[in-house]
């Protein structure tokens, strides 16, 4: 029988396909989510740390430790501002809104089924999806502690920056901030995706890890294990005074933070394609 | 089609009055909300505070019900005063906000992720008194456990009082109808404002929680940076009880002097903060969009 | 439960159709909660158009849903093709569906949409642009292709949702009310291009309330009420089945009243309205035969004229009414 007057390209399969079906599936998301007007408040608070630093930077005036002059005191205000603004807050909110709304967006927007109806294996889906969520976030957070890092050196001039980066510690300590930077897009991104699919209601829990990532500092050793801000904690090359409260753990080696950051996330990602598999399309309920 | 033969008619009796029309906008979203078991336990709870501060203001004033528990006036360690009231306050605002948080967000969002703003705009209804309408639902729920009967046990104390505690104490009075009304109007204006912009009534919720943690570390850290005091200004939960310390007379506690900006300035951020959200509001509550 | 009225379509096609060849549901069931959606639904499809008819709410979503794994059934098994849509990979190349969901992912054009899917697919960029050209002009919406699909009409959403449901050339595809919307130029295509996907042998599984349409263009039908099937096969089939049921008869006569008494009286007349203008009458009836020989007896015996007699045409609405029971409005 003539099943079709022309046939199909013919699409292949296994790795090769699955690379193509990924790349589709970047294609749709970043430009649906990430290059539209949807995604300006995102760019707005990533844009904060930036222009905090940068003021700092430009504005002498009335500056209460003289960062401007003082390099060892301006590394302290950036460290500050790297964990409380930066982590704790930016990527914090950000790869919820980014990673939550992954599907749930797609719920709300009644388009979830043209990816179901694709001839694509959900787990592929997932994985594509996953990934369009951390090119945007490693993307947009990566230039946000770029762009702070950029101004917190700014005042020093080009010849002491330059003897800083190459003949100091300053390389090493972009290379680790940059790196904390990804590992936290990783982490709070596998945790989101994973909170937004299996709760009806993300928000609850969504709080609960934000009160339980401030208040990490107060855990005992044992728990603070089980907190994403825990390992980018024992990463960060200068260290946060976290106040007389905190409960001082042993800091987590290197390798051992990063190892486990991405075994979670293989686990987040085979558990939410579990849940993909058995998803049904109902979109009356919201 | 005869002229005779025309049997339909169309409706002429009498019709609600324009400016009431909004008020039919709460009436059916009350009928929802407390159709949650939830929400009906949470505004129950709410009232819990309010009797609480009516067993202690009776008590302060009846020597006879203390003595039956062996203990006399001066037992009591606390003053019916700006401090009372600016605490029961707080915590009936703090309610008031994890009302809106439930209430709020599917305000509008559910009429525009079921198209549903036509509907309402094709009938004599326009766009300033629908948002009235959704706005006024979080005004009656939030006037029922605030400034109504804050200023009911006001009047409870100053009549067991006597006419010059009344006299001296009328601050006390105006700072909680301000303080009530200023939350009132924020709250409303955000979670419509928040629910126009996000179809997803969830992400609604995690806005306006969002408004109220993500300026904490930012204006904190403005202000230490930069030995300013702008910084308090981006914060409305900091802005909002700063106020709530000067209409009660207090001193502020929650952050260091230097770090309070001048009270004009503080009802200035409420205001741009409103007008923001007046704004989003009126780009969004449209019967359509133009798409290019 | 009532018997499901089956009959075979011209029973030669059948056989020549292997398993691989049919959309097969094996005793499925699909309860939402409480709520049926479909019960126990036998069926073998073979290619062609075959169309869903019943009532809102009667099930047809629910079993197109089901054909494309969607939702997932409570009990029973879906073979489309042989293939399960349990395996989407393959699955989806042969299958489309234009569901009823009329969204769209935000911030495309037409154009957009059914490429951006097609690179989903996992089609290189110069087949995937081809195959949206040829849908897109397939469907009849080459010129707004570049707007902005926020700004469509109905019809042109519908439009595109049909194109991005053909685009990658399946060959079973389902289509829920794919004429809503379309103005009666527009309808004429499609229901010329579903003709044209038939014919190179495709399958067709469409829903529709328009039932003159679906006479006109389906080689079978499947009629669904409550969540069970009523009857499927060839129009006509159905109508041969159906011998049994009640037939309508207009007959118009001078003394109509008197007819009516005289019907009244027999066991195999379900219905007597006498015409507004007292000079006809309707019959329900579930034995014809017997119908016309009390006719001929009430004739020969009384002095009553006969005008006309006439039986309600054999198609798709008389069908309808007697299977389902609800009358359809405006045809
Ligand atoms: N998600 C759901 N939850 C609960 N009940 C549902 C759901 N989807 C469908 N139903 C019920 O299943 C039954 C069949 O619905 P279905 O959508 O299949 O009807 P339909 O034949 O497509 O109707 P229409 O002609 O109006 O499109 C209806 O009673 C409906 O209320
Ligand atoms: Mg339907």
Known sequence: ?286 | ?292 | MEAVINIPISQTAKESVTAEQMIVFEDVSKFYGEILGVNRVNLQIAPGITSLVGPNGSGKTTLMNLMTGLIQPTRGRVKVLDYSANDPEIFFRKVGYCSQFDSFPAGHTGYEFVYSYLRVHGYAKNDADRMTARAIERVGLTEAAKRKVAGYSKGMRQRIRLAQSIAHQPSVIVLDEPLNGLDPMARAEAIRLFRELADEGLHLIISSHILHEVNKMSDRVIFIKEGYIKAEGEVQGVRNELEEHPLQIVVRCDQPSFLATKLFAEPHIVEVHIHDDRKGLFVKTRNTDKFYDLLNRVVVTSDLNIETVATVDNDLNAVYHYLIGARQEGE
């Open chain 1, 1 to 286: 029988m003539n099943a079709v007057a022309i046939e199909a390209p013919t699409l292949g399969s296994g790795w090769s396909l699955w690379r193509r079906q990924i790349a589709g599936i970047l294609r749709l998301e970043i430009k649906k989510n990430f290059l539209s007007k949807r995604a300006l408040p995102m760019y707005l608070l990533a844009a904060i740390p930036v222009v905090i630093m940068m003021m700092l930077a430009l504005f002498d005036r009335g500056m209460r430790r003289g960062v401007r002059t003082n390099f060892a005191e301006a590394m302290i205000v950036f460290s500050n501002l790297h964990e409380g603004l930066i982590l704790r807050t930016v990527i914090f909110f950000g790869c919820a809104w980014i990673f939550m709304n992954l599907f749930r967006g797609e719920v709300v927007d009644k388009s979830l089924h043209y990816y179901f109806l694709s001839a694509v294996k959900r787990e592929v889906l997932v994985v594509g999806k996953y990934l369009s969520g951390l090119i945007a976030s490693c993307t947009l957070f990566l230039l946000t502690t770029a762009g702070a890092l950029f101004f917190l050196y700014l005042p020093r001039g080009v010849q002491a920056n330059l003897d800083y980066i190459f003949n100091g510690p300053g390389w090493a300590q972009i290379t680790d901030y940059l790196g904390i930077t990804i590992l936290a897009c990783v982490g709070y991104g596998a945790l989101f995706m994973v909170i937004g699919l299996f709760f009806r209601n993300p928000i609850i829990p969504a709080l609960f890890v934000y009160g339980w990532e401030w208040l990490n500092f107060l855990l005992p050793p044992m728990l603070k294990k089980i907190s994403i801000i825990h390992y980018l904690h024992s990463l960060v090359p200068v260290p946060v005074n976290e106040g007389p409260l905190a409960i001082i753990g042993e800091p987590t080696p290197q390798w051992i933070a990063i190892t486990g950051m991405l075994i979670v996330t293989a686990i987040v990602l085979f558990l939410a394609s579990m849940r993909i598999r058995r998803m049904e399309i109902h979109y009356g309920g919201e």
């Open chain 2, 1 to 292: 089609m005869a002229v005779y033969q025309h049997t339909y008619q169309h409706y002429a009796g009498v019709t609600t009055p324009l400016w009431s029309r909004f008020l039919i906008l709460p009436r059916y979203a009350f009928q929802g909300v407390f159709q949650s078991k939830l929400f009906t336990g949470l505004f129950a709870i709410c009232f819990a505070p309010l009797l609480v501060m009516t067993i202690l203001i009776y008590f302060k004033h009846n020597t006879t019900a203390l003595a039956a528990f062996g203990l006399s006036v001066s037992d009591i360690g606390f003053n019916i005063n700006g401090f009372f009231f600016r605490v029961f306050t707080n915590i009936q605002t703090g309610f008031g906000f994890l009302l809106t948080v439930i209430v709020g967000p599917v305000l509008i969002s559910r009429d525009l992720s079921n198209n549903a703003l036509p509907l309402y705009l094709c009938r004599p209804l326009t766009r300033t008194d629908y948002v009235i309408g959704k706005m006024s639902v979080i005004g009656f729920l939030l006037s029922l456990i605030t400034w109504v009967p804050l200023l009911l046990l006001f009047f409870f104390e100053a009549y067991l009082e006597g006419a010059s505690w009344w006299w001296e104490n009328l601050f006390i009075a105006r700072a909680v109808l301000v303080v009530s009304w200023a939350h009132i109007i924020l709250l409303a204006l955000l979670a419509t404002a928040l629910s126009a912009w996000l179809k997803w009534r969830i992400a609604a919720s995690g806005a306006l929680f969002a408004v109220f943690t993500i300026p904490t570390p930012i204006s904190i850290m403005v202000n230490e940076m930069f030995s300013t005091n702008l910084g308090t200004l981006i914060h409305p939960s900091f802005v909002l009880n700063l106020l709530m310390d000067k209409l009660f007379r207090l001193e502020s506690g929650m952050l260091p002097d230097w770090m309070v900006p001048p009270t004009w300035s503080l009802w200035a951020s409420l205001i741009v903060l409103a007008l923001i959200c007046v704004g989003l509001l009126s780009l969004k509550v449209r019967a359509y969009e133009v798409v290019k």
